[in-house]
């Protein structure tokens, strides 16, 4: 277990992306061991342990899948909102607080900075789409950009808009 603990930890995790489940997989892993010991051939212990643990770690994940299914009512829809398993929820109501702000933050811009800030940041639309969704040039863009961004910066506290 010395030897091997961080490889098949490190294997694991590698499957399950998930610290806590890769740890259980791990001990499982060398119970599992501790049980073929008996029927391992010296054909290389590594190379062994890493099977082993590749298809623990698979099959954790396949009963985890099947619970976070479980979870589904009769017709299809999710009776309960399961966190990501690759982010901690803290992290998730970070980022859905920062989007609610920025989106305010932009709702108070003036009309006409408000449109071309949505479209060029928020939409991802180059200066041409934006010039034919306006009506008006590319220079036209660029300058209201340019002044949609200055009124930004003068209006707001720098640490609102980085």
Known sequence: MNLYGQHVFHTAFSVLRNAKEAEDASQEVFIQVYKALPQYRSEGFKTWITRITLNKSIDI???????????????????????????????????????????????????????VITA????????????????VTVKTVESKLYRARHWIRSQWKEDEWT
């Open 61 to 115: 994940k396949r009963k985890l899948a099947r619970r976070a299914e479980g979870h589904q009512d009769m017709d299809g829809e999710s009776l309960e909102r399961i966190p990501s398993r690759d982010e901690d929820t803290l992290v998730q109501i970070i980022r859905k607080e920062k989007k609610d702000e920025l989106e305010r933050k932009v709702n108070s811009l003036p009309d006409n900075h408000r449109q």
């Open 120 to 135: 060029f940041y928020l939409e991802e639309k180059n200066y041409e789409q934006i010039a034919a969704d306006l009506g």
